[in-house]
């Protein structure tokens, strides 16, 4: 076919029209990584081609109006000027362009660009989607039907992304229940799912499985019961009588039991409530320590405390020989709030105090392994060991969350009990994850944090003590100049030092 100049011409039109960007290069669509809050994450700026070393890099969050500025690079420097507050000592470049946000939260959920600028023209830009996950406990469940089935329950709330449940068999053979799921007004997802199970149903150990995974972030929580026990085999007549008498008593004597035990429990709660001191009266620390064990006074601790003060700032964090004078601050007198997660139980929901009180609960087992440890390490620093276990309660849940390397299993900065991050301290891996030693370097260091709140603040010494916890997670910079209202603002899902305070108390 002949080519006319008409043809030419009309080609070369298109081809302008629809090869034409502004100068911008075409990037593929916004990709996405997912964090869990308190974690690092990295998001990617990888441009296909290099470019000017005299463009201006700036990276911006674009889905809130107006858009906020996160980091700024120009001549090889950052500009911190225009930088937003929200992300002061957060932000920094790594793998050339990307940038790596440090202790994520749950309020940087969105939309982030990286553009590159040759004065007020865009030369390259690329977007990356940041979804900061919530996880629960899972809880599994099980019910007799009157058709001699088991109903299983598997149920749990407050996820995002929403997760895929299954309920499995000791082979791993999908059971495939009945998931229902509703979301809140938060965006946050709740689910429950039912299965009618009879003996032909499971394979294997009669053991039922609930699992509970993103996918997109390889995370997986997983709750499991053995059912064996709960079929039995279908009783045809009646039960002779004498059988039948036995049962009667069997009933009556548990009944008995349990409205004995019962009663018991009513009266030391009783008797717990008129020997537990109110807040302000002064005896509320002697009573901490009658409960979680006695910690004896060193004749050391009425000595002159600037000789002291000035020991905790030289004092390496290492084990000491002489014990520091104890902090003569009440916990039961801080002021707290308790933790925002909501806790289930007995499908009943807590949140709170109540629910940081039940999760320092779980948590009581474990920690019995270390009771020694505690106390001897509080004596030394000074620390109260109440305060000392709900830090490894909230931080490790008494070591159950640790890897089998001793470091946190969603942030593999933090090592043992205490979750120490190895970027701001000197570990020693040999003495081990849930040694003396470990615990005494995290008392030590929140031993120093007490003394430093309370020479750069004019507040009491229970303010102080509250605002060294928060220093504990966020770092002492973060917090020194904050109002004590607004001390767990800059902490781990704006709760940490009202959850671990709530915990010790």
């Known amino acids: 076919m002949e080519i006319t100049e008409f043809h030419f011409f009309f080609f070369c039109c298109v081809f302008t029209l629809f090869s034409r960007n502004d100068g911008l290069p075409v990037s593929a669509g916004p990709v996405t990584r997912f964090s869990l809050p308190g974690g ?54 790594t793998d050339g362009y990307s940038l790596s946000l440090l202790d994520v939260q749950s309020q940087d959920n969105g939309t982030y660009s990286c553009v590159f600028w040759r004065g007020t023209q865009r030369q390259h830009q690329e977007s990356v989607s940041l979804i900061v996950a919530r996880v629960s406990e899972v809880n599994i469940s099980t019910s007799k039907m009157p058709s001699n089935e088991l109903l299983v329950v598997c149920e749990s709330c407050d996820w995002y992304p929403p997760p895929q449940v299954f309920l499995l068999d000791s082979t791993r053979k999908d059971l495939h229940a009945l998931t229902k799921r509703s979301t809140g007004r938060d965006g946050l997802v709740s689910f429950s799912a039912t299965l009618h199970l009879n003996k032909a149903t499971l394979t294997g150990n009669r053991t039922v499985i609930c699992r509970v995974e993103i996918p997109e972030m390889n995370l997986v929580r997983e709750s499991q019961i053995d059912v064996g026990e709960g079929f039995s085999p279908q009783e045809a007549g009646s039960l002779p009588l004498v059988i039948s008498v036995l049962c009667v008593l069997l009933l009556l004597c548990i009944i008995i039991t349990c409205v004995t035990v019962y009663c018991w429990r009513r009266c030391q709660e009783h008797i717990l409530r008129k020997t537990k001191p109110k807040k302000g009266s002064g005896a509320s620390e002697d009573y901490l320590l009658e409960l979680f064990g006695s910690v004896e006074t060193s004749a050391g601790e009425m000595e002159d405390n600037k000789t002291s003060e000035g020991k905790a700032e030289a004092r390496e964090v290492f084990p000491s020989d002489e014990p520091l004078p104890r902090v003569h601050a009440d916990i039961m007198n801080v002021e707290t709030t308790g933790t925002i997660q909501t806790v ?22 474990e920690m019995e392994k270390y009771k020694e440890d505690i106390l ?130």
């Open 40 to 93: 690092n994450v990295v998001l990617p700026c990888r441009p296909a081609s290099p470019l000017s070393h005299d463009l201006v890099l700036e990276w911006l969050r674009v889905d809130v109006p107006p858009s906020l500025t996160l980091f700024v690079l120009r001549d090889g420097e950052e500009l911190k000027q225009d930088k937003d507050d929200r992300y002061v000592g957060r932000t920094a470049l």
């Open 376 to 505: 001897f390490v509080g004596k030394q620093r000074g620390v109260h060991p109440a305060l000392i276990a709900a830090i490894i309660s909230r931080q490790s849940q008494a070591g159950t969350s640790l890897s089998q390397t001793g470091y946190g299993t969603f942030d593999h900065d933090c090592f043992g009990l205490m979750q120490i991050n190895k970027l701001y301290h000197k570990l020693d891996e040999r003495t081990g994850p849930f040694s003396r030693e470990h615990l005494d370097q995290g008392a030590a260091y929140l031993r120093l944090l007490i003394d430093t709140m309370r020479k750069n603040t004019g507040w009491t010494a229970e303010q102080n003590l509250k605002g060294a916890v928060a220093c504990y997670i966020a770092g002492p910079e973060k917090v020194i100049g904050l109002k004590y209202d607004e001390v767990d603002s800059v902490t781990p899902n704006n709760d940490f030092a009202n959850d671990v305070i709530a915990r010790a108390q």
């Open 344 to 365: 289930r139980v007995n499908r009943l929901s807590k949140t709170g105090v109540e629910a940081s009180e039940e999760l320092a609960d779980r948590d009581l087992t």
